[in-house]
């Protein structure tokens, strides 16, 4: 049995020797990785030259992303937990054989009751094909367990550009190294982006302007023309008194309007209550820059707009990427292969992806399990069944995520994990936060030791990663150990026999040559050079959908909320640390030395009001949690706006909590998305 369901076979090759890789980590840029293996051991590895987008250049964390695989705390082996879960963590290693079969007997146990009890909850910690819902998929869809609603990043952007546009849909990444604008809105891209930066700062060194729209002043907002310091979620009231701008000066392209976008005469009207001043009032900026902005947008071609997810992470989240998202619309600017607008790329890989043949949904045999939102984790974990939420839950397999840091609202969903009553299975290449609330540890393999494909959602190219070593220790793919479950369960569909090329080579219907993607690493897919130059759009009619936008505020702000915010009168954004990738790599010390320790950046004004001295330790808090992190008085906080950099590991922070202790579960308008930067706190020193 072993034998039969072993992973992909290292190929036999001199040392040392090259082989072709891609970056796992949820990342617009998904980079063509060139690893240099010599006697077995991963010696260098290298952003591949020839890759268009990677241009041979890897961003500081994944350079050393061999540093995190040969880690001296890497998982090697099962491990059982020993101790209370309200106690400190205490494991002992066993035997793959006995972790499997305790497992599968406990999971057998529940799902006789209801399957719909277990839960899956998985993310990007890898966005790999095979190792992401590759096998997991089919795993859980024959036990008939909940289905997971995979919403904590991007679902109210892509909500908001399905509803617009029809699908996850925009410009191609090289184009905007022609823009002669280019608004960076809502983005850090030179932390979290960095390989649509080279092509804005090519754009740049060739006389385009930048402006960047962001509360933070970042390391982006510092290399553009123009930084406007928006208040966070105010980003709808923005792009409709740019709007107004582009109705009263008469800036508009009647006729691209006329014919692609169904809608207008509602959304006009909307927009012109929105003039500068109110704009201004709302935004915290001046009407000045409202005007400002919207001529350059009107006067300046091509015109782009990199927006990214940072801006939607808010109530009114979904609907702000809607109205951003018409702008090129209305004057045009899609008429060009250099204009428009991108947030998500992953659209143009559907045709071309065949899901159904990795997940096998059929397993399902016509159940319709619940669907359980993963924004909620916290609040879900202590529910009791009810005929509204179903069964309680009462086991969890977690891979490819961190939840207990990354989701909202953490004394909740630690109060979850600890339920003795909760039955945990992790998949991990660390002791992570979560990996520590759990009944049984797996030692999964890292993006060097298994074979996977991915896509994007920056560019628009699939790639390869084969393996380049061995499994370390005792860890395996996620895919093998599914499978391994599977036997265990029971399950004797021919399908959770498939290997890992198996599954490599159904991933993709026939344009993607498996042979060539082999060969080269990467394949771009065909795809026309300016989409929506005469509309359409992947909508039923092919024209884009402006009716119903409008601006939604805050949950929490000065205006929406004044009695909380009277406690409460600090707007905290926590956007991502540039050398973590959300809580990946904060236990890499050499990666952790350069960010130090958790910060919230102050204003000075704001910090002045407390007392609160550059370097002093202090506690952010609501009602519902506070955290220790040390005060950076810093130009990078504009006034009354603090900036708590995350996602730290609870147990690496000061106090063993992060950011997300005051976060809450609120959902975003449209996506059902949790709106992290919709929050208010107070800082005190501590
Ligand atoms: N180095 C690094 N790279 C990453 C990540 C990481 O953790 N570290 N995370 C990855 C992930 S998961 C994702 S989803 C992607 C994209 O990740 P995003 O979360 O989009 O990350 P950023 O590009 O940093 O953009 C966030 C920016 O939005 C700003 N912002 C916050 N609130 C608002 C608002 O209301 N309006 C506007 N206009 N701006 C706002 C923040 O200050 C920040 O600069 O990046 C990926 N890349
Ligand atoms: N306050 C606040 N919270 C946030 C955000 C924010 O900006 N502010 N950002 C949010 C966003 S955008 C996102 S996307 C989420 C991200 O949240 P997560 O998707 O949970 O991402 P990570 O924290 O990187 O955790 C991924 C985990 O997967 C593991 N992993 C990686 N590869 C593999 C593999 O092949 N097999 C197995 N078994 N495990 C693997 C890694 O070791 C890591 O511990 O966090 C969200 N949380
Ligand atoms: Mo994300």
Known sequence: MQDLLAPTSLPDRASPHIVKGACPHDCPDTCALRITVDQGRVIKIQGAADHP???????????????????????????????????????????????????????????????????????????GLLQGEGMSARFFNKLGASQLDRTICASAGAAALTATYGHRVGMHLPYFAESRLILIW?????????????????????????????????????KCHQHIALLPGTDGALALGLMHELIVHDWLDHDYIARHVDGWEELKARALNWPPEAVAEVCGITAEEVRGLARDYAQTKPAAIRLNYGMQRVRGGGNAVRLVALLPCLTGAWRSR?????????????????????ERPELLAGRQPRLTNMSTIGDDLLREASPEFGPKIEALIVYNSNPVAVAPESPKVVKGFQREDLFTVVLEHFMTDTADLADYVLPATTQLEHLDVHTSYGHTDVLINEPAIAPIGEAKPNTQIFRELAAAMGFEDECFRESDEQLARQAFTAEIDFEALRAQGWQSLPLKEAPFAEGRFPTPNGRAQAAGADFVANYESRRSSPELAARYPLAMISPPARNFLNSSFVNVKSLRDIEGEPLVELHAEDAAARGLQDGAMVRVFNDRGSYLCRARISPRARPGVVNGLGVWWRKLGAGGSNVNEVTHQRLTDMGRAPSFYDCLVEVKAA
């Open 53 to 127: 987008s990677t241009h041979g250049a890897l961003c500081t964390k994944v350079s050393r992303y061999a540093e995190r695989t040969y880690h001296e705390e890497r998982l090697l082996q099962p491990l059982k937990r020993v101790s209370r879960k309200d106690e400190a963590p205490r494991f002992e290693p066993v035997s793959w054989a006995e972790a499997l079969a305790d497992i599968s007997a406990r999971l057998k146990t529940i799902a006789a009751r209801d399957p719909q009890a277990i839960l899956p909850y998985s993310y990007a910690g890898t966005m």
């Open 186 to 222: 809502g983005s850090n891209s030179i932390a979290s982006n960095l390989h649509f930066w080279t092509y804005a700062n090519k754009a740049k060194r060739e006389g385009a302007k930048l402006i960047c729209i962001d509360p933070r002043k970042t390391e982006t907002a510092d």
């Open 338 to 358: 250099a204009g428009g607008l991108l947030l998500s790329s992953s659209g143009w890989f559907a045709p071309f992806k065949n899901m159904a043949a990795l």
